[in-house]
C-alpha cells in the first residue's frame, strides 16, 4: 500500500482562513504532524481516529530537530500512511516546506503541498493594516527577522529603505531592538509608521502602534511577544482607522462552550464570528438506544398516536435512524401530528422533510407539556432522552392526557483529563461559559470533579431549569430570552449590561 504527503499550509490561525482543499485533505488523513503555532481550533478539525505528532518548536528550543521531523514524515509515508504536515501560515513562506518536499523527493515518498494563507498579509489585515495601498506604497517586502543563535541580521537595511515599501518581519520579535537600529540606521524616518501585530487573527490578537523610533519601547510596555510580526510603512497609519477585527462584539471574550462535539459547531462558529475565544469542552455524549424494541413496537402501531413528541435533535435523528432500520420513511407516519420543544428541534425535523405542528413559544419541557395537554385529544407519543425532564410528563398527567414516553437515547457524561482547565474555571479565566441543557451543567461538574470551586463562573443558560441545574454548584447564572442558540448568542454579547 502506498502513502503519501500532503503538507498543507494551515493558515494563521483563525480556522475560516483553512482553504477549502486544506480541509479537504486534512478530513481524509490517517496521521498529522503538526506545529506549535496551528491553532486549538484548526486542530479540532483533524478527525478523531487519525493519529496526532506533535513536532512543535519554539523560538530556540527545538525538541525534535528539522531532521527527524523528515525522517517522520517519510517513515509514515512509507509505510503506507496518508499523511497531513500541518503548518501554520503557508509552508513555502519561512516554513521550511520547501526542506521537507526534498526530503521526501529524497526518499522516494509521494507528495503534495497546499498552499495557505500567509500570516505576512492576514494577520496585518486583521489589524487593519493593508500590505499595499496606492497613496502609502507600490511593493511589499516580507523578511525573516530570525537570526541563527547568537549571529547577525543577513538583512540588506540599505536596500529595504531605497523601495520605499511595506515591510513585513517574520520572527522577528527578540530582533526588533536591531531591525529598527538597522533601518535607522540605513536613513528611514524615525517617524516613519510602526506596528506589530501579536496572536494575529486569533481572538487574542493584540496590535501596537508607534512611530519606528518608539516602537520597541512601546511594544515592551506592552509585553508584545511571539507569534507577532513587524510592519513598517505608510500603511500602518490606516490600522486605527481600518481596523475591523478589534470593534467586533464579543472581542477579548473567553468562552467556554459545553455542547457535545456534534452539536457545538454552529454555537461555536457564531461566537468567533463575533469576535470571541472559543475554548471547546464537550463533557457529554448522546448516544440513540439501540436496539430499540419499544420504539419499533410503537413506530408499528403509530396509527394509536395523535401525537409525536420531540424534546431535542438527539431524539429526531435517533426516532429517523430506527424508522429507516426498519425499511420506511416519512409516509409511515401517516396523519400523526408532530410537536418540538423548539426552533432547532423543528429544523431538525426539517432536515428530513418533516414539519413541525406544535412548537411552544417558551422552548422548554414545561412549556411543551401545557402546550400539548392543550392540543391533544388523543395518545401521544414522546422520543426523548432516558432523564427526559419530569415537567412535561407532569403536564400531560395533569391534564389527563394519556401518552407514551420512550428513551430513544441517553446521555453519557464525558471525563477528559483536564487539570489546566480546571485552575482556569477557578482563576475565572473565563468570562462565560455556556450551558445549553442541565446536562451540559451536570457533564461540566461530572468532569472537573464536585470539589471544584465554581463561584469565579459566569454561565449562560439556554433556560431555567438548565440555571437552576448551575445555581446547585455555586454558578452565577444569566437566562437567555429564548431557549436558542441565537438567543445565546445575543445574551453573550449584553451580559456585561447592567439589568
Not at 253 to 281: C, M, N
Not at 290 to 318: C, H, K, M, Q, R
Request: glycine share 10%; with cysteine.
Amino acid at each position: 500500500m502506498s502513502g503519501k504527503v500532503t503538507l498543507v499550509g494551515a493558515g494563521p490561525g483563525d480556522p475560516g482562513l483553512l482553504t477549502v482543499r486544506g480541509l479537504e485533505v486534512l478530513s481524509q488523513a490517517d496521521v498529522v504532524v503538526y506545529d506549535r503555532l496551528i491553532s486549538p481550533a484548526v486542530l479540532d478539525l483533524i478527525p478523531t481516529d487519525a493519529r496526532r505528532i506533535d513536532v512543535g518548536k519554539n523560538a530556540g528550543c527545538h525538541p525534535v530537530p528539522q531532521h527527524e521531523i523528515n525522517q517522520i514524515l517519510l517513515r509514515e509515508a512509507l509505510a503506507g500512511h496518508n499523511v497531513v504536515r500541518l503548518k501554520g501560515g503557508d509552508p513555502f513562506v519561512f516554513g521550511r516546506g520547501g526542506e521537507e518536499l526534498e526530503a521526501l523527493a529524497r526518499g522516494g515518498a509521494a507528495f503534495e503541498e497546499v498552499p495557505g494563507v500567509t500570516s505576512a498579509i492576514a494577520a496585518a489585515a486583521y489589524g487593519g493594516i493593508p500590505a499595499t495601498h496606492r497613496d502609502y506604497a507600490s511593493s511589499l517586502h516580507i523578511i525573516t527577522g530570525h537570526a541563527r543563535k547568537d549571529g547577525p541580521l543577513n538583512i540588506d537595511f540599505e536596500a529595504l529603505v531605497r523601495v520605499k515599501g511595506t515591510l513585513i518581519f517574520l520572527m522577528g520579535v527578540t530582533a526588533l531592538p536591531r531591525i529598527v537600529e538597522g533601518l535607522l540606521g540605513a536613513g528611514m524616518d524615525p517617524a516613519t509608521p510602526a506596528a506589530m501585530v501579536e496572536n494575529g487573527t486569533l481572538p487574542s490578537q493584540r496590535r501596537c502602534g508607534a512611530g519606528l523610533a518608539d516602537l520597541p519601547e512601546r511594544a515592551a510596555e506592552m509585553g508584545i511577544h511571539s507569534p507577532a510580526l513587524i510592519i513598517v510603512g505608510g500603511v500602518c497609519a490606516l490600522a486605527s482607522k481600518l481596523c475591523w477585527f478589534e470593534g467586533r462584539l464579543l472581542y477579548g471574550k473567553r468562552i467556554l462552550v459545553t455542547r457535545p462535539k456534534d452539536r457545538a459547531g454552529t454555537l461555536s462558529s457564531i461566537l468567533r464570528t463575533k469576535g470571541a475565544e472559543v475554548v471547546e469542552f464537550p463533557c457529554i455524549e448522546t448516544r440513540p438506544i439501540l436496539p430499540n424494541p419499544s420504539l419499533e413496537a410503537a413506530l408499528e402501531g403509530i396509527s394509536d398516536y395523535e401525537w409525536l413528541g420531540f424534546t431535542s435533535p438527539a431524539g429526531v435523528e435517533a426516532f429517523w435512524r430506527c424508522l429507516r432500520a426498519m425499511g420506511k420513511d416519512a409516509r409511515a407516519l401517516g396523519g400523526v401530528k408532530l410537536a418540538a420543544v423548539g426552533s432547532a428541534t423543528g429544523k431538525a425535523l426539517e432536515d428530513h422533510g418533516l414539519a413541525a405542528d406544535l412548537i411552544p413559544e417558551v422552548f422548554d419541557a414545561a412549556h411543551l407539556g401545557e402546550s400539548l395537554a392543550r392540543a391533544a385529544s388523543g395518545k401521544v407519543l414522546l422520543l426523548r432522552a432516558e432523564e427526559g425532564s419530569a415537567a412535561l410528563t407532569e403536564a400531560l398527567a395533569a391534564a389527563r392526557v394519556e401518552y407514551r414516553d420512550i428513551p430513544v437515547y441517553r446521555t453519557v457524561y464525558q471525563h477528559p483529563d483536564a487539570p489546566e482547565l480546571r485552575k482556569e474555571l477557578e482563576a475565572g479565566r473565563f468570562d462565560y461559559v455556556i450551558f445549553t441543557s442541565a446536562s451540559t451543567v451536570k457533564g461540566l461538574v461530572s468532569a472537573m470533579g464536585q470539589e471544584t470551586d465554581f463561584s469565579h463562573v459566569t454561565g449562560l443558560c439556554i433556560g431555567s431549569q438548565t440555571a437552576a441545574e448551575a445555581e446547585k454548584y455555586g454558578i452565577s447564572v444569566k437566562i437567555a430570552e429564548k431557549a436558542s442558540i441565537d438567543a445565546l448568542v445575543d445574551l453573550a454579547v449584553r451580559a456585561d449590561e447592567k439589568v
